[in-house]
């Protein structure tokens, strides 16, 4: 296509009409996240459906998120190590690696890689069934797309969330305990102590919260994105890509807000 | 002469038919963003009747059969389907009238993650009221129909397309629904194997005594249709014989920019003076 042909093939839209269009988008999301919840107290519950999705959401994504956690434990434990060295104070690292993957990065890791393999995955995943009109099929059928789709992956994923970021909390544990002895001498039993004492109720409070917040995030933005799919096999690809970036962000954004809430109500 | 009467065998259905009119559309309109796809249509589909439905791409045919079952709201108008009005019917009320009208989607729509025998069974086992036993007779029962039921542990993507065309109506017709709906059920895939199609909706339509609306962009489906009846007896359709008449009744509706420029039977057909419609069954 010639550059000209492009430019002319680009439609101007007005920005009475964008703004519409995002009030609409923000509306329709917050119906779908809204009725995922009602639902829950809706027959018919689909117990088998969660159980399958918390098969493929929790398990399926225990390995990553257990690696990019240690790993981040273990990177946030050698930085450290450089700036506390300069006071004399490395035997604090349990505590800083503590506090940090606990309260934030644990959650917040967690839910970034959850977002990006499962929000894609049920973007797609719905995106297919919409443009393939087996969305339509199950309406025809008289079932609730939303009762036997949305529900039961929020549910899993919110579940699945808060384990996965317990077990990625203890990864990342390790990862920091692992360079804290093996690189850079610390006794093994000090970092544990040092990393366990230091956590008290608000930490682990703040940091079980986080994932179901994140875990609800994930899951309503990629059903969102996904039953929104307009325009074939290429907006199946928009829309995953959409879904990811979307909750991803959401997550970051939330985050400040979640943990400045909890601050408040916890008194931390 | 008399009429002569054709072998056809009782039907599925033990439920008696209702008098009105199955379908009625009350000038309905339609757009999406600025684009008017449907401009204050109206029609009906009395009781039995089969109405075949034609119109250029994007004439808005798929779109009218969607609305027909409440999965599209009109932007104006009223939709009445067995007697309900589903242009004011909330979501869970449409899932009670949809029980009775089964429709076959333009790709099949099957579930791809779902095995022939639960694609088919899936209304079934959703309600949750019928036992596993009977949905299964019942599964086998449809997959007869269709003649395929070595099928039933098969995943739509193992299957061609007029096979899975074939198992969309084992779907569509479980529940033994008084009306049903096709969409281009014959679209994209070859003669013999659309004429088996064919074959097997005149079957429903003579066995079963089903009203349907069928979308489609073959001439000659309609045509068929119009021309023969399903022997029972020797299990495979038949020319309607010199003088015959089948008990179905055959209308034809043609779209053109959102309005209906056609509706009547064959012979109505054959002798309009419009023009594009000369034009378009030549």
């Known amino acids: ?268 | 002469m008399a009429t002569p009467t054709l072998p056809i065998e009782a039907p599925l259905s033990t439920s008696q038919p209702p008098s009105g009119p199955v379908i009625v559309f009350e000038d309905v309109s339609i757009a999406f963003e600025e684009n008017v796809v449907l401009d204050g249509i109206s029609f009906t589909l009395p009781h039995g009747e089969t109405k075949a439905i034609f119109g250029v791409a994007g004439a808005g045919k798929s779109t009218l059969l969607k609305m027909a079952l409440g999965l599209l709201k009109p932007d104006s108008g009223h939709i009445y389907t067995l007697g309900e009005d589903v242009t004011q019917m909330t979501e869970d009320q449409l899932f009670e009238l949809r029980r009775n009208v089964g429709i076959v989607f333009q790709e099949s729509a099957l579930f791809d993650s779902l095995t022939v025998r639960e694609n088919v069974a899936f209304r079934l086992m959703e309600e949750g009221k019928t036992p596993a036993a009977e949905i299964e007779r019942r599964v086998r029962e449809a997959l007869r129909f269709v003649e395929l039921e070595n099928t039933v542990d098969m995943f739509p993507a193992e299957l061609s397309g007029g096979m899975r065309r074939r198992v969309a109506i084992a779907r569509a017709i479980i529940t033994q629904p008084e009306t049903l709906l096709y969409d281009s059920p014959t679209g994209g895939l070859d003669p013999v194997t659309s004429t088996t199609i064919v074959e097997l909706i005149i079957k429903q339509r003579d066995v079963s005594k089903t009203s349907s609306l069928l979308v489609t962009h073959r001439l000659q489906d309609a045509f068929i249709m119009a021309n023969h009846y399903f022997d029972a007896k020797a299990n495979q359709m038949k020319p309607v014989p010199p003088g015959g008449k089948i008990e179905a009744p055959l209308a034809f509706l043609i779209l053109r920019d959102g309005k209906v420029i056609f509706d009547g039977n064959i012979d109505e057909l054959a002798h309009t003076k419009d023009e594009y419609i000369r034009e378009y069954i030549s």
């Not at chain 1, 995943?125 to 969305?135: A, D, R, Y």
């Open chain 1, 1 to 268: 296509m010639a550059a000209g042909d492009f430019l002319s093939s680009i439609e101007l839209i007005s920005p009475t009409e964008f703004a519409k269009k995002k009030i609409q988008s923000l509306q329709d999301y917050s119906i779908l996240a809204a009725e995922s919840v009602v639902n829950l107290f809706r027959t018919p519950r689909y117990v088998a459906d969660m159980i399958q999705q918390m098969d493929l959401i929790g398990f399926g994504s225990l390995p990553i998120v257990l690696a990019s956690v240690f790993f981040t434990g273990a990177a946030l434990a050698l930085n450290s190590a450089t700036t506390l060295s300069r006071f004399g104070a490395t035997t604090v690292i349990g505590q800083l690696v503590s506090i940090g993957i606990v309260r934030e990065l644990g959650p917040v890791l967690a839910g970034l890689v959850v977002a990006g393999r499962n929000s894609s995955g049920m973007a797609s995943e719905l995106g297919s069934m919409i443009v393939t009109e087996q969305i339509d099929a199950m309406r025809a059928l008289g079932t609730d797309p939303l009762k036997k789709l949305v529900t039961p992956r929020v549910v899993a994923t919110v579940v699945m969330m808060f384990f996965l970021t317990i077990l990625g909390d203890l990864m990342g544990l390790l990862g920091g305990g692992l360079v804290a002895n093996f690189l850079l001498g610390m006794n093994a039993h000090e970092y544990w102590s040092n990393a366990w004492q230091t956590l008290v109720f608000s930490d682990v409070f703040m940091g079980l919260m986080k994932p179901l917040v994140f875990g609800f995030i994930v899951a309503t933005v990629g059903c969102y994105y996904g039953l929104s799919t307009k325009g074939g096999t290429q907006g199946v690809g928009r829309s995953t890509t959409e879904a990811v970036v979307a909750a991803m962000i959401l997550i970051i954004v939330v985050d400040v807000f979640v943990t400045r809430f909890l601050m408040v109500v916890l008194g931390s």
